[in-house]
Structures are given as C-alpha cells and as structure tokens.
C-alpha cells in the first residue's frame, strides 16, 4: 500500500510509533518480488534466515519471503508452502519460542 494509506492504518491501530520502521512499495519495488523482502532485512541489519514474514497471502506474503530463506506464517490460512499456519495473531508468541534460529 501507498506510505500514506499505510500511516493512517497505523494510526488508526494506535500504532502510529511505529511509521519509523514502515517499509511500503515506493517506489518501484513491491510484493511478492523477493527482493522487496531483502531489502527490509538489510535495512533492519538481520539475515532472512533470522527474519519472519507474518502474512495472510499466499502468493506475495509467504511463497516469496521463503524465497530468500525467510520463515514463514500464513495468518488464516493452510498450505504446505508457509512454515506455519495460524487462526489467530495470538498464536505468534508460542509459534516465535518453538523457532531454532540460524546464528
């Protein structure tokens, strides 16, 4: 989404602090291209074997961010392709202490 729709989400979720760490597709380089998810591991200073991406589309959320050695979550979804599949945001923190990271 356009930097400005994404802002105004944020606000409206009261979590408007964090417009600092917003990464959307301006200008040219958007989901599901992998290298849209390269790019915000790099700039946030993790590997993408050490990143997540956390997301309920298939094709420009998780088959991606797999791509380049991410793992994965499909929010409200089943498929093979994503590392784990979850009904709800709540099951994150369980999912996140089960995960063995690469150092």
């Keep these: 989404a356009p930097r400005a729709w994404a802002s105004r989400v944020l606000d409206y979720l009261n979590l408007g602090r964090y417009n600092g760490r917003l990464f959307t597709g301006e200008p040219d380089l958007r989901k ?3 290298e849209t998810f390269r790019i915000v591991c790099e700039s946030i200073g993790y590997k993408p ?7 309920d589309q298939l094709e420009s959320d998780i088959i991606p961010a797999k791509a380049i050695g991410m793992k994965t ?20 923190p369980e999912i996140l202490r089960r995960i063995k990271w690469e150092i």
């Design 49 to 55: 074997e050490n990143s997540i991406s956390i997301g």
């Design 32 to 34: 599901p291209n992998p």
């Design 73 to 92: 979550i499909l929010v409200r979804g089943k498929s093979d392709k994503a590392d784990y599949c979850i009904s709800s945001l709540d099951e994150i």
